[in-house]
T-cell receptor
Framework: EPEVTQTPSHQVTQMGQEVILRCVPISNHLYFYWYRQILGQKVEFLVSFYNNEISEKSEIFDDQFSVERPDGSNFTLKIRSTKLEDSAMYFC?????????FGPGTRLTVT | ELKVEQNPLFLSMQEGKNYTIYCNYSTTSDRLYWYRQDPGKSLESLFVLLSNGAVKQEGRLMASLDTKARLSTLHITAAVHDLSATYFCAVDRGSNYKLTFGKGTLLTVNP
């Protein structure tokens, strides 16, 4: 069964550093998403991506964040200058027939 | 702004008992989703409810949707320990399919 994959599973970085989180969505899906979940809290939408451009972004998704689909398979989330409050699980998702399939997540720890 | 509220947020049950988790949302939405999350893990799709009156069942879990009341329920029948997890409901609106999540219900089933 196809699945969404994410790398790395855990990333530790120092405040102010740039990080890139990588995702490989399911190949024939057209919509891609990034969500984040701060420990013990609800899942929050960050950004959606369709037809090689951002289709919607949340208030959280400020100028420090960017997304790219550099080739036909990878989908990346970049945080330019990480802050302590960026520590969270970041989930990538893609959609087919209304159902969103979530990747296993990347735990980002900013120290 | 679309808001999704779940209750209860914490639920401790005995094995063999029945209980219901409630999910209310603030504005008309297109679809309602239920997800399960085990600690440190990703989101596992349980149900997608597409229309008023929709009812879906899988094992000991049954989900229903009342779009007029803007309410979905997740009913647990004869709980077993393996059902211990956090359950999230989420809704989407519009063509972008982005999900707005509730805070989650932490379910603990005790022997």
């Amino acid at each position: 069964e196809p699945e969404v994959t994410q790398t790395p599973s855990h990333q530790v970085t120092q405040m102010g550093q740039e990080v890139i989180l990588r995702c490989v969505p399911i190949s024939n899906h057209l919509y891609f998403y990034w969500y984040r979940q701060i420990l013990g809290q609800k899942v929050e939408f960050l950004v959606s991506f369709y037809n090689n451009e951002i289709s919607e972004k949340s208030e959280i998704f400020d100028d420090q964040f960017s997304v790219e689909r550099p080739d036909g398979s990878n989908f990346t989330l970049k945080i330019r200058s990480t802050k302590l409050e960026d520590s969270a699980m970041y989930f990538c998702a893609s959609i087919s027939s209304y159902e969103q399939y979530f990747g296993p997540g990347t735990r980002l720890t900013v120290t | 702004e679309l808001k999704v509220e779940q209750n209860p947020l914490f639920l401790s049950m005995q094995e063999g008992k029945n209980y219901t988790i409630y999910c209310n949302y603030s504005t008309t939405s297109d679809r309602l989703y239920w997800y399960r999350q085990d600690p440190g893990k990703s989101l596992e799709s349980l149900f997608v409810l597409l229309s008023n009156g929709a009812v879906k069942q899988e094992g000991r879990l049954m989900a229903s949707l009342d779009t007029k009341a803007r309410l979905s329920t997740l009913h647990i029948t004869a709980a077993v320990h393996d059902l211990s997890a956090t359950y999230f409901c989420a809704v989407d609106r519009g063509s972008n399919y982005k999900l707005t999540f509730g805070k989650g219900t932490l379910l603990t089933v005790n022997p």
